[in-house]
């Protein structure tokens, strides 16, 4: 259970720091964009930590407020749902 966790957390960020790359791509040769819902929505579903060293390394969507601030606080979350779940199931044990 806790390799497919793992393999999932990969994949997401993986593809969420694609999506943030291939977004800024777009926006540079005006194109269709990639829309911010679902930049946040994969980044809410995991892909934390890929949206954040997407919007760094791709120097993309850092001057949104709720990218800015918005992205830091999801990462925080699943820190500490991550944190609680570990302490919650290893007592049980």
């Known amino acids: 259970m806790t390799h497919l966790l793992l393999y999932y957390i990969l994949a997401v960020n993986l593809l969420t720091f694609a ?3 291939i977004d800024k791509y777009k926006a540079r040769h005006a194109r ?3 829309r911010e819902a679902l930049l946040l929505l994969l980044a809410a579903l995991g892909g ?3 949206a954040l060293l997407g919007m760094h390394l791709f120097c993309h969507k850092t001057q949104h ?3 800015r601030y918005g992205v830091p606080l999801i990462l925080l979350a ?3 749902v991550a944190v609680f779940c570990y302490y919650r199931y290893t ?3």
């Open 32 to 34: 269709w964009r990639v």
């Open 19 to 21: 999506t943030y790359g």
């Open 48 to 50: 934390s930590i890929g």
């Open 78 to 80: 699943q820190v500490a």
């Open 65 to 67: 407020k709720k990218f």
């Open 91 to 93: 007592s049980m044990v």
